[in-house]
């Protein structure tokens, strides 16, 4: 990337300034060559804005260099057009609608199916940690024992161990190590049902 490039990226207000460009460019592209309607979501329910920031993550991680004999925005432009035309080429861009709740046994077979849920990406790591979460939190053993869901949301939120867990609950630490034992089988359970 050229130092110009670079420096103009670091600065909140143009950085700005270029996702805006880039989210219209992006929203223009979907509209004209894909018949994207405002308000839709993109196939594997990703969001227009979230290849723009995927864009920025992906130059700001090194996996996507710029070079200096293009000005960079022609560059981005060209990585939001290679990310737009990459979630069409995927199976599950033909799919209209899957009728299927969240809580079905299936669900997560038909994620895998499709190749979303995963860690591949910042959007798709969010969505399957939100997952995780609300499966963890909905187990019959962790719903019938409040304290356990206590010790499930305080390493959720980054305990790192029983002595944090037991900081950050109140529940005393050897309580802790016997939470920890029910919680290696119930997060054995609720992986399964991810998958």
Do not use: C
């Not at 490039?5 to 992006?26: C, P, Q, T």
């Not at 939001?80 to 199976?91: A, C, D, E, L, M």
């Amino acid at each position: 990337m050229t130092d110009e490039g670079l420096e103009y990226l670091k600065n909140d207000e143009s950085r700005m300034e270029v996702a805006l460009r880039l989210f219209d460019y992006a929203r223009a592209l979907l509209e004209v060559k894909y018949g994207w309607e405002r308000g839709q979501f993109l196939p594997g329910g990703i969001e227009p804005e979230n290849i723009v920031f995927e864009v920025f993550k992906r130059v700001a991680a090194g996996k996507r260099k710029l070079n200096n004999r293009f000005s960079y925005e022609v560059q981005l432009k060209g990585m939001v057009r290679s990310i737009i035309s990459k979630i069409y080429k995927k199976t599950d861009a033909k799919l209209e609608t899957i009728n299927l709740e969240e809580e079905d046994p299936g669900y997560a077979k038909v994620e895998e199916a499709l190749g979303v849920g995963g860690t591949d990406s910042a959007f798709e790591s969010e969505e399957y940690s939100r997952r995780f979460m609300a499966l963890a939190e909905d187990h019959p053993k962790v719903k019938k024992d409040p304290d356990l869901g206590l010790i499930v949301l305080a390493y959720a939120v980054g305990a790192e161990g029983a002595a944090e867990a037991s900081k950050e609950t109140g529940i005393p630490v050897a309580r802790v190590y016997e939470y920890n034992r029910s919680l290696k089988t119930i997060l054995r359970e609720v992986l399964a049902q991810m998958k």
